[in-house]
């Protein structure tokens, strides 16, 4: 079974500081990881996503993240937030052969402050 | 291009009463996924269905929930009997061919609010 982690249900951060965003996965078989940022009601937007070709990914918005198969960790991170960046983030996994339905995190919520 | 449709937006209804959402995925998909959102809460995989076939119903409740996906026309999640407990956002997600690097592409939502 595959199952997600976000350390952190809330995140606050000052505009212009590192954002990071922590995700932990458990996978019994290679996984796929992406992550997804959702505004108030709104849908899911994906920011980026791993598919075991580089394990720094870029995404859009400035955003990356880096697999790191030995920590089991998908972390997310910009270098400098911007107050457009106020969201929640949701991480999410799914196996490379089987089903391909996503197991989400239970997100982060990113607030900034001015 | 337009991307996944969802309607209706918001949807209200009486407990007892059924709940239809529909689904419009991306011109070219052919893959449809429904996940619930409950409040505060991250979103749960409830089916995946192919046009005419139901792939994976593995996080479908086992009673009052249903799902098709018509070889014509949108996907369709159908709730009978609505109670409280069902209040939520429901997403629908679409990928072009159902492998594990698709993106899925997600609509807006159907939020479903029970009286």
């Known amino acids: 079974a595959q199952s997600v982690t976000q350390l952190g249900s809330h995140v606050s951060v000052s505009e212009g500081a590192l954002v990071l965003l922590r995700c932990n996965y458990s996978?019994?078989?290679?996984?796929?990881l992406f992550w997804y940022v959702q505004y108030p009601n709104q849908g899911l937007q994906l920011l980026l996503k791993y598919t075991s070709a580089a394990t720094l990914v870029k995404g859009i918005n400035g955003f990356e993240a880096e697999f790191k198969k030995s920590e089991t960790s998908f972390h997310l991170t910009k270098p400098s937030a911007h107050m457009s960046d106020a969201a929640e983030y949701f991480c999410a996994v799914s196996p490379i052969q089987g089903a391909q339905k996503l197991v989400f995190g239970q997100g982060t919520r990113l607030t900034i402050n001015p | 291009n337009a991307g996944v449709m969802q309607n209706p937006r918001h949807l209200v209804r009486r407990r007892g009463q059924e709940a239809r959402l529909r689904c419009s995925p991306m011109k070219g998909h052919s893959h449809v996924y429904w996940y619930r959102q409950l409040p505060e809460e991250g979103l749960k995989f409830m089916v995946y269905?192919?046009?005419?076939?139901?792939i994976d119903e593995s996080g479908m409740p086992k009673e009052r929930f249903s799902a098709e996906f018509p070889k014509e026309g949108p996907s369709i999640l159908r709730i009978q009997q609505v109670v409280r407990g069902d209040s939520a956002a429901y997403f629908c997600?679409?990928?072009?061919w159902g492998q594990g690097t698709d993106t899925q592409y997600f609509g807006p939502g159907t939020r479903l609010t029970v009286l």
């Open positions: 997600a679409s990928s072009p």
């Open positions: 269905l192919q046009k005419e076939n139901i």
């Open positions: 996978s019994s078989v290679p996984p796929y």
